[in-house]
């Protein structure tokens, strides 16, 4: 006797794959720095001299702008001699020479 076979079939459906690629954050390659070099630099001390500055002469008080002096001694006294023409306190009277300078001596 035989006996009767069964065959029986199966369909299954697969769903398609779908790929992603993920991308992947660059690595930044690792880098080692050396320490740094010192050189030393051999320092040389250079003297330079002060400028020189010629010294600055106080200025002379100037006579007030209606000066009067009744001679040279008085003048001088107020430290205004010599006297120029057009200076406060001149006087063609002062001026015994007549060339523009009164109490010049």
């Known amino acids: 006797m035989t006996q009767p076979t069964t065959t029986s079939s199966t369909v299954s459906t697969l769903a398609p794959t779908t790929t992603i690629d993920v991308p992947v954050a660059p690595v930044a390659p690792t880098t080692t720095l050396?320490?740094?070099v010192v050189i030393p630099v051999?320092?040389?001390t250079v003297e330079v001299p002060a400028p020189r500055v010629a010294p600055v002469p106080e200025p002379e008080a100037p006579a007030p702008a209606?000066?009067?002096y009744p001679n040279c001694k008085a003048?001088?006294?107020a430290g205004a001699a010599p006297l120029h023409r057009g200076d406060p306190?001149?006087?063609s009277n002062l001026d015994r020479d007549g060339?523009?300078?009164a109490c010049e001596k």
């Open 34 to 36: 050396a320490p740094p």
């Open 42 to 44: 051999p320092t040389t």
């Open 66 to 68: 209606s000066a009067y």
């Open 75 to 77: 003048a001088k006294a």
């Open 89 to 91: 306190g001149y006087s």
């Open 99 to 101: 060339d523009g300078i």
